[in-house]
């Protein structure tokens, strides 16, 4: 065998070779190496789960303590509002005239609930009302509010109204 066709079967063993030790050798401990992984991170996952455990339960104690705080039990969310405005006007000079339906609204995915109420008393007690119903409540965005007199006849004073919509997106 001459010399050239040595170095041409050396040239074509060479990929053979490298291609043989891939699929029997190389191909399998790469695969070992990412089941290893794969397995590692479910075992550390797994001795997390006592810590995720534990921040879960304390989580969902917090998330008890504030509705307590705020008095909001599992009733629907009407009634936390008008439970809310009873609280607020039984603090402030304010008396809730009225509260009207809900009016339920769907745009795409998101639902929109506007609920309408009136109050009357003074203005900085309508005023203080609605800035604790948006802040502290987390009830919904004030969107409208509409300031009116009226008076009554039977001692010819006049009292000031103001109409709410609060609007709440779901």
């Given amino acids: 065998m001459s010399p050239k066709n040595k170095l041409q079967?050396?040239?074509?063993a060479i990929p053979v070779a490298a291609f043989l030790s891939y699929s029997l050798g190389i191909r399998r401990t790469i695969e070992a190496y990412r089941e290893s992984k794969a397995l590692e991170q479910k075992m550390n996952s797994i001795r997390d789960i006592p810590r995720q455990t534990a921040l879960l339960s304390q989580k969902a104690l917090?998330?008890?303590?504030?509705?307590?705080k705020k008095n909001l039990g599992g009733t629907s969310f009407e009634n936390n509002l008008i439970k809310a405005l009873s609280a607020i006007a039984d603090s402030l000079p304010v008396a809730i005239k009225d509260f009207n339906s809900t009016h339920h609204s769907r745009m795409d995915d998101i639902m929109v609930n506007t609920y309408n109420f009136e109050l009357s008393g003074e203005f900085t007690g309508i005023l203080k009302t609605i800035y604790s119903l948006e802040t502290e409540g987390n009830y919904g965005e004030i969107v409208h509010v509409r300031f009116y007199t009226d008076r009554k006849n039977r001692n010819r004073r006049k009292?000031?109204?103001a109409v709410i919509l609060l609007q709440q997106v779901q």
């Avoid at 079967?9 to 074509?12: E, F, K």
Wanted: glycine share 0%.
């Fill in 9 to 12: 079967l050396l040239l074509l």
């Fill in 62 to 68: 917090y998330l008890d303590s504030l509705l307590a």
């Fill in 159 to 161: 009292r000031l109204n």
